[in-house]
């Protein structure tokens, strides 16, 4: 009867591990809908400052144009020419678009002009340029 009685204590003593699985699996489930994703242009410029800078809260496409006046869309560097039909292509997927601009302080003033005409003829209006805020 001694051997029973120890057997039957064993078996109540084991933990239910399903209830903490449940948690975890719905705080995965939390996270994973509540993460912001950050667009990148895929470069690194050296942005001009400005003290009238205001932040953008959200910006559907990211053109980079680095020192050497190459433009990078989507981590791809593209030519001038082929800006309109990759605006026209991210504008497709969602039709309020609006352009962020990231001009580093050494590219030219006539390349920055050049993607800004290209936008606007791929029809995006609403376009803006990336600077860091001056205090």
Do not use: C, Y
């Amino acid at each position: 009867m001694r051997r029973f009685s120890q057997k039957a204590h064993k078996e109540e003593t084991e933990i239910n591990l399903t209830p903490m699985l449940d948690v975890v699996f719905i705080m995965l489930i939390f996270f994973i809908v509540t993460t912001s994703f950050v667009k990148e242009a895929g470069i690194e410029v050296n942005r001009p400052s400005a003290k009238s800078a205001e932040q953008k809260s959200k910006a559907n496409i990211l053109i980079a144009i680095r020192n050497n006046n190459e433009i990078w869309i989507d981590k791809r560097m593209v030519d001038v020419r082929s800006v309109r039909a990759n605006i026209e292509r991210l504008k497709a997927s969602n039709s309020q678009s609006s352009v962020v601009i990231q001009s580093d302080t050494e590219a030219k003033t006539g390349t920055l002009v050049q993607v800004m005409d290209q936008i606007r003829l791929a029809g995006i209006f609403n376009i803006s340029i990336s600077t860091l805020r001056d205090n």
